[in-house]
């Protein structure tokens, strides 16, 4: 698609070289991306609804309702408190696994990042049976254990909001902390303890210090999607009477239609990414955060005696919250002939699953679904890599600008992002209407922030005299990326090529406007079992889409090899 | 008028070669050109915001079948996305679908304003439901669904003696903490339910529903997986959706409301200057006749036709007492009642 686009760099002849190339086109590829749709957004938000005129209506539109700017509020205190909640949920773990002997780690991690394939729609209705304040299972038990005549949770609050969102949320932070982690040799820590400090003041004051970076990465995208997330809010906000803003959002497409007034509504959304990157530069300041020096540094696992087992402990807690708890609950409906019947062998079946695996029609999907998301995710980390190098090692300058354009795409709720998308990539000339193509875009685009932002935070921790190395010994730039960088990075890569992946995997919003009948893809799939009334089949895809991912990270990670720093005892 | 001999000869033929037979050879010999013009045009695009997309193939399968050498392209998405790449498409001086179909007849007005629809009767609906057949728009398009909103329960909870007959019974105070029911602000289905309830019982009805905090959900489809899930025992749902999952064996029952179902007539129509115009007509034309309404009443959607009977355990739109707001009514209305509703409701 690009090579259509190639740059004029001719221009610059006298000192081209391959880097300047590939890194040019990297940059041409972004604008092409998202600028394009972005400007859309931005132009349509300043256009009367069908004469296309400049007007400010729309803003007014937007933003001239208190409801309207109060449902910004709740949406930035719910990111918010989502953030800081996974933080909690994933630091603790990935530390864990990561710096310790804690048992049954290969595990912890698939389980974590299989529930990040956890659909909105599937975790909040499985909460929803664990949590309801009627039914709720968990109820149940305490109203049995306790005598008392109301249960103990409420799903419908802005607490139970919060609580399901981080659930599936956290694995962000979780698999950037990780990926920081790994890098980070003993030999401070060491040091650390041979001045005298005890483990808890080695991890306040080196360990967490150095990880900061990736930490603060992580909750920023946490907190950019979770301002941009419908699914979750749509199943619990909307009931528990929360308004929130992608659900303001989503009634400008009712009639009459406004998709002008919903551009007005999120363009200003953008800013908060800019708040974002402020508070970011604020906090890690100039600090140098340079973790890997090439010297032959090497990982201990920190020995935690009876201390594993809490660690342990706190892990399938968290674990058991995200992904055994509410699956347990969905075994009801995936098993079942009627999931309302509650279960019991006369109602158990596995005709469910038949119908997910078996079926031509669903099984395409699925491995189409597959097939899109790894595309893009393969995308979004080569351009994320390349771009973060750029921006990291200071090659160009608007630097701050090159930054923002790689983290719009999040904070964009998906159903405006979508609507740009297709008015720029599907008509003429681009014409990609109803391709592989049009949705592969779309995924890179819209994830291209989770790839970025890992990305930067690993070129961030390497000593670039490393790669000054190279170039000294005569190799180039790209040389210097090839075959030092990129090894260096590697968990770090797999990591961003799952955080791309897996949410690709299940994004509705964009998908419903991009997809055809032969494109379709599995998260409309879901929307068409869910308005269908299957719910028992929804349920069942539910835990494909779980044995799947485990798998493919079980996979990945032993394919990547055998960490390079951890020292074998 | 001029009568000529001519006239007058072809007159007395018609008349005594068969009065009925000769229009009837006509409209085949119409439909025979109609088919080997649409061949040369090979695929027809559907956008449809309703059923769903195995539904759409089923139908897409079928028309295949009868129709061999033209294919069917359909994407159902939902109707706001069908409508706003329409018109995205039609912007874009580039019309990809050749019929459209929506929830949302309000688009349909907003499309013939802007002279986008062809006009056209198919041969077909001459067949359909009387209700069915005059909603046409003046010829721009046909109902190709009807949305039926009723009452349901979930009977493991509830009795069918102590179940809501009818809409009034809702506000009874014991099902407080036990209603479920979707948005006008996200679904068009739950969006004509407002119009209609406002129409007949006033704004007061959802004033009295309020005050025994109902459940409310996105999609009208939502309250059918709260009502399985035990969460809530009561609830508005639309018909096809809690007779799917009931036929699988779920406790949900459907109670026709006693003073009148809810309809909503969802309409389909031919895009001017699309790609593939007599294939689209043959679409619409199919979609009137009784293949299409025994692929609807396979999946438990109501039929269109009063040769197709209801699928089991449901009644047909002849046996029912059905009330369908205006569409003049729905878009001089619903805007407002939905302000209202987000100020009651705060949803």
Sequence with gaps: MSAAHAPPFSVRRRRLQPATVVFGLAVVVLVFLIAAPVARLLVASFQATGTGGFTLHNYAVAWGRERNVAAVGNSLLYALEVTILSAVFAVPIAWGISRTNMPCKGLIRALIIGAFITPSYLGAVGWILLGGPNAGWLNKVWMALTGSSEGFMNIYSFGGLVLVTALYAFPYIFVFTSAALDLVSSEMEEAASILGAGWWRTIRRITLPLVLPAIIGGAIIVFLDTVALFGTPAIIALPSRIPVMTLVLWQFFETPIRAEAAAAYAIPLIVITLAMFSMQRLVLGRKGYVALTGKGGTRTLTPLGRYRWLVLGYALFVVGLAVILPYAALAQAAFSRAWGLGMSWANFTLENFAAVLLEATSRDTILRTFGYSAA?????????????????????????????????PLVIPGIVLGVAFYATYAPPPIALYGTAAILIIGYTTRFLPVAYVNAAAGVRSLNPEMEDAVRILGGGRLRALAQVVVPLLKTNLVGSWLLVFIPAARELSTALFLVSGQ??????????????????????????????????????????????????? | MQITRRGVTSGMLALGAGAIAAPAARAADDQAKLYEAA????????????????????????????????????TKTTSQVAFQRLMQDLNAGSVQADVFSSTDAAHMT??????????????????????????????????????LVTLFYNSKQVSAADSPKDWPDLTDPKWKNKIAFGS????????????????KYGWGFFEKLNKLNPLIGRSIDDAVAVLNSGERSVGICSAATALRSAAK????????????????????????????????????????????????????????????????GAKSLADLTLFQPTLENIEKELPGLRSKWRDLFNG
Aim: hydrophobic share 45%; glycine share 8%.
């Design chain 2, 39 to 74: 061949k040369k045009e090979g695929k027809v695009t559907w956008y449809s915001g309703y059923l769903n997309q195995p539904i759409c193939e089923a139908v897409a399968k079928a028309f295949t079948a009868k129709y061999p050498g033209i294919s069917v392209a359909a």
């Design chain 2, 184 to 199: 006008p602000n996200y679904s068009g289905l739950v969006g004509v339910w407002t119009v209609g309830m406002a129409e």
């Design chain 1, 519 to 569: 494109t379709r893809v599995i998260s409309v799939m879901m929307l068409d079992l869910s308005e269908n009334g299957s719910f028992e089949t929804l349920a069942a895809l539910g835990f494909v889409l779980l044995a799947a991912t485990i798998a493919i990270v079980l996979l990945g990670y032993k394919l990547v090899g055998r960490d390079f720093m951890l020292r074998r005892s």
């Design chain 2, 249 to 312: 064996g779920n406790p949900l029952v459907v109670n026709y409301p006693t003073s009148f179902s809810l309809a909503d007539l969802s309409p389909a129509a031919i895009i001017k200057g699309s790609p593939s115009p007599n294939a689209a007509k043959l679409l619409i034309d199919f979609m009137a006749g009784p293949e299409y309404s025994k692929i609807l009443t396979d999946n438990y959607e109501q039929s269109l036709r009063s040769d197709v009977p209801p699928p089991k």
């Design chain 1, 376 to 408: 893009a995710a393969c995308a979004a980390v080569v351009l994320a890599l390349v771009i973060a190098y750029i921006v990291t090692r200071r090659m160009v300058r608007d630097r701050g600008l090159l930054t923002l354009l790689c983290m719009a």
């Design chain 2, 110 to 147: 907003d499309l013939i304003a802007k002279d986008k629809l062809v006009k056209y009767t198919p041969p077909n609906a001459a067949g359909l439901v009387p209700s069915i057949r005059d909603f046409n728009g003046g010829g721009y398009y046909r109902a190709g669904w009807v949305g």
